[in-house]
């Protein structure tokens, strides 16, 4: 049986790493094979792409040259490290994949959310993941959040909050636009009250292959 592929997303501070880690977590213990990755990044090429994207000195790097160096590392990533586990039957995990440039490039640096997916799509070979947990909540509490773990903010992170009003809009355009797979979590809540909503639709999806425990 071919693998099966869950992603995260949302924007920095919702708490997507954290849950990525709990379903990790959670499929280990139904004794299934999980590989956990991220993007950008996941494989050395990747990695060092990851670098020049986060890296705040870097604040000249246009909207295109950003969408470019996210579907290289994304294509690397794929075949690397997604396509060939879920060939042998693993569950991949990934924090972030393609609705990220949707939402980040697509909408909020307004080089099209159709032209974005397309593209994504020819990156990734046409992989694309079975179900997408998007944890929902404001700028203000994701950078609240975010101030309290004390984290050294990235180049994106450092954005204004006009901008992840516009990355918010791109995740809501795509969960009209594909709501079986893209399924949102209210993220403003404590962590296992998440964690809950995530595991019941878990539950009802994939029941043959995993078990509440």
């Known amino acids: ?3 099966i592929f869950i992603t995260f997303e949302g924007i920095d501070g919702s708490g997507k790493s954290t849950q990525a880690k709990y379903l990790q977590t959670f499929l ?6 999980v590989i ?15 670098q020049i994207l986060l890296d705040k000195q870097n604040i000249e790097l246009s909207g295109r040259a950003e969408l470019l160096l996210y579907l290289a590392s994304r294509a690397q990533h794929t075949v690397e490290i997604i ?5 042998d039957g693993k569950w991949v995990i990934s924090d972030r994949f393609t609705d990220s440039s949707i939402a980040y490039q697509g909408c909020a640096r307004g080089l099209g959310m159709e032209m974005t ?17 998007y944890l929902d ?38 969960a009209e636009q594909e709501p079986h797979r893209f399924i949102q979590i209210p993220g403003d809540r404590p962590p296992q009250k998440v964690w809950e909503s ?4 878990l539950l009802d ?6 078990h509440p425990l």
Do not use: H
């Not at 997916?117 to 694309?128: D, E, H, M, Q, R």
């Open 1 to 3: 049986m071919k693998g």
């Open 28 to 33: 280990e213990s139904n004794q299934i094979d």
């Open 36 to 50: 956990m990755t991220r993007e950008p990044g996941g494989t050395k090429v990747a990695e060092k792409i990851r």
């Open 83 to 87: 396509e060939p586990a879920l060939n």
């Open 117 to 133: 997916k397309k593209l994504s799509l020819f990156a990734t070979g046409g992989i694309k993941p079975d179900l997408t947990f």
């Open 137 to 174: 909540i404001s700028p203000q509490r994701a950078s609240e959040r975010l101030n309290i773990q004390g984290k050294t903010l990235d180049r994106l992170e450092v954005e204004q909050q006009e901008f992840y009003d516009m990355v918010r809009q791109g995740y809501k355009w795509i």
């Open 198 to 201: 995530i595991k019941k639709e």
């Open 205 to 210: 999806r994939f029941g043959q292959y995993v």
